[in-house]
C-alpha cells in the first residue's frame, strides 16, 4: 500500500518518485511480483514518515514503467486499475500493507448516465477552454474529450476536474457512476460560473 497526498482514479496516469526506504522496499517488491499495489489518500498526516491515518476506498495502481536513478531512487509511471476498500491495516514493518476487497463496477449503466456523461463533458470543455483564456494552469481542451462508456468517462472527468484530495475521495467513493456524474456537473457549473465573473472582471 502506497499511502499519498492525492487521490488516483482508475484509468489515471500516476508518476511516482520514490526515495524513502520503506517504499522502496514496496517497490522492490512489487516489481519482483506482479506490479501492483494499492493507493489510498492519507485523511491526516503526511506521506513521509509514517504515522498516518488512511482512507478506507482507494485504487489498484499497476506499474507500466520503471527507471532506477544512480542515487537509488525509483521514477515510476502507473496507473489506476480498479478501486477497492481496505478491511484490515497490518503493521507498517517493513512497508503498509492491508486487506483489502475489491468494489467492482455496475454490471449494467444506470439509466440517465450516457446523457449525463455528454453534459459533463461540454462542461469540462467550456471551463477548460474559459481557464485557459484566464491564463490558468490546465489540461488542454482535448484531454476532456471523454470515453464512450459512462463509468470510464466518470473517472476521467474526475481525475481532470478542479477539485481537491477530499472532494475527489468523495467521487471515489461513489459506487454508482450516475451520482459520480452528477456530483462532477454541480462541481463544474460552479466552476464555470467563477470563471465567467473572472472573465468579466476583465
Given at each position: 500500500m502506497f499511502p499519498l497526498g492525492s487521490v488516483l482514479f482508475p484509468y489515471a496516469v500516476l508518476p511516482l518518485r520514490v526515495f524513502e526506504p520503506r517504499y522502496l522496499e514496496l517497490t522492490?517488491?512489487?516489481?519482483?511480483?506482479?506490479?501492483?499495489?494499492?493507493?489510498?489518500?492519507?485523511?491526516?498526516?503526511?506521506?513521509?514518515?509514517?504515522?498516518?491515518?488512511?482512507?478506507?476506498?482507494?485504487?489498484?495502481?499497476?506499474?507500466?514503467?520503471?527507471?532506477?536513478?544512480?542515487?537509488?531512487r525509483y521514477l515510476l509511471a502507473t496507473v489506476g486499475t480498479e478501486r477497492f476498500r481496505v478491511k484490515k491495516w497490518h503493521h507498517d514493518d517493513p512497508f503498509p500493507r492491508a486487506d483489502i476487497e475489491m468494489l467492482p463496477e455496475p454490471k449494467r449503466v444506470?439509466?440517465?448516465?450516457?446523457?449525463r456523461r455528454d453534459e459533463v463533458e461540454r462542461l469540462l470543455v467550456r471551463s477548460l477552454a474559459m481557464?485557459?483564456?484566464?491564463?490558468?494552469?490546465?489540461?488542454?481542451?482535448?484531454?476532456?474529450?471523454?470515453?464512450?462508456?459512462?463509468?470510464?468517462?466518470?473517472?476521467?472527468?474526475?481525475?481532470?476536474?478542479?477539485i481537491g484530495p477530499l472532494d475527489a475521495q468523495r467521487l471515489l467513493e461513489f459506487d454508482d457512476p450516475l451520482a459520480r456524474l452528477v456530483a462532477l456537473e454541480h462541481v463544474l457549473v460552479e466552476e464555470i460560473e467563477v470563471l465567467e465573473f473572472r472573465l468579466a472582471q476583465g
Open positions: 522492490n517488491t512489487v516489481l519482483n511480483g506482479d506490479g501492483r499495489f494499492g493507493v489510498v489518500l492519507i485523511e491526516r498526516g503526511f506521506e513521509v514518515g509514517g504515522g498516518d491515518t488512511r482512507f478506507s476506498v482507494g485504487t489498484v495502481a499497476r506499474i507500466v514503467d520503471a527507471a532506477r536513478t544512480p542515487e537509488g444506470p439509466d440517465g448516465a450516457q446523457e481557464r485557459a483564456e484566464l491564463g490558468d494552469h490546465a489540461a488542454p481542451v482535448d484531454a476532456a474529450t471523454l470515453d464512450p462508456d459512462p463509468v470510464r468517462a466518470s473517472y476521467e472527468a474526475a481525475t481532470l476536474a478542479p
